[in-house]
C-alpha cells in the first residue's frame, strides 16, 4: 500500500562523506519534492521536479543536489555532509500543480546523522 | 515574500472543537491553501485544503476569507488522536510551509 517509499529510514554518515537518499512513488505523480526538517521546525522546500524539469530554491546550498530518472524515483546526494545537515529529509509527490492545488502525498522520511 | 505566522501551540480537550488559525499575506493568487498534520517521525499527511470561503470534507473545515490573508482550519471534536503539529502551506513564489501548531489533546 505505500504509496512513497523512502530508503533507508535512518541513515548515519561521516562528516564530509557523500551520501544518497532514494526515494519512489507508485503514485504516477508529475512532481516530486524533497524537503528538509529540522528538530521542532517547519518542512523547508529544497527543490522539486515537475517531470523532468528541475527547480531549486534560492536558498539551497549546492551541496544538495537531486536526480530524477524517471518518474518513479528521486534521489537525493549530499555532497560532503556537514553536522548541520543532521535532519529528517521528507520525499513528496503531488499531482499537477498548474490548477494551484498543492495535495502532496509524503514519505515516512529518511533521518540523517552525520557524525 | 510571504509570511506566515501560527499559533506555537494550543490545548485542548477531547470532544471539543479547535480552530487553527494561520496569517498569510502576499500568496499567490491563484494557488490552493494546505493543510497538514504531522506526529513526531512521521511524513506531513494532508488534511484538507480550499481556495476561498468554505470548505469540508470528513475530518476537517477550512474557512478562508475574501481577502485570502489568513485561513482557519476546523477539527470538530476532537480525541487524543489528534495531538499533532498542524501546518499550513501557501504558495507565493515559493512553496511556504507555515511554522506549525502543536496541538495538545487531553481526556
Known amino acids: 500500500d505505500a504509496m512513497v517509499i523512502q530508503n533507508p529510514r535512518y541513515q548515519v554518515t561521516q562528516f564530509g562523506k557523500p551520501v544518497t537518499l532514494s526515494c519512489s512513488q507508485t503514485?504516477?505523480?508529475?512532481?516530486m519534492y524533497w524537503y528538509q526538517q529540522k528538530s521542532s521546525q517547519a518542512p523547508k522546500l529544497l527543490f522539486h521536479y515537475y517531470d523532468k524539469d528541475f527547480n531549486n530554491e534560492a536558498d539551497t546550498p549546492d551541496n544538495f543536489q537531486s536526480r530524477r530518472p524517471n518518474t518513479s524515483f528521486c534521489f537525493l546526494d549530499i555532497r560532503s555532509p556537514g553536522l548541520g545537515d543532521a535532519a529528517m529529509y521528507l520525499c513528496?509527490?503531488?499531482?499537477?500543480?498548474?490548477?494551484?492545488?498543492?495535495?502532496?502525498?509524503f514519505g515516512p522520511g529518511t533521518r540523517l546523522t552525520v557524525t | 515574500l510571504a509570511k506566515t505566522t501560527q499559533p506555537i501551540s494550543m490545548d485542548s480537550y477531547e470532544g471539543q472543537e479547535v480552530n487553527i488559525t494561520c496569517s498569510h499575506n502576499n500568496i499567490a493568487t491563484n494557488d490552493y491553501i494546505t493543510w497538514y498534520q504531522q506526529f513526531p517521525s512521521q511524513g506531513p499527511r494532508f488534511i484538507i485544503q480550499?481556495?476561498?470561503t468554505k470548505v469540508t470534507n470528513e475530518v476537517a473545515s477550512l474557512f478562508i476569507p475574501a481577502d485570502r490573508k489568513s485561513s482557519t482550519l476546523s477539527l470538530p471534536r476532537v480525541s487524543l488522536s489528534d495531538t499533532a503539529v498542524y501546518y499550513c502551506?501557501?504558495?507565493?513564489?515559493?512553496?511556504?510551509f507555515g511554522s506549525g501548531t502543536r496541538l495538545s489533546i487531553r481526556p
Open positions: 503514485l504516477n505523480h508529475n512532481v
Open positions: 513528496a509527490t503531488s499531482r499537477d500543480t498548474r490548477q494551484g492545488s498543492y495535495e502532496q502525498y
Open positions: 502551506l501557501v504558495v507565493a513564489s515559493k512553496i511556504i
Open positions: 480550499g481556495y476561498k
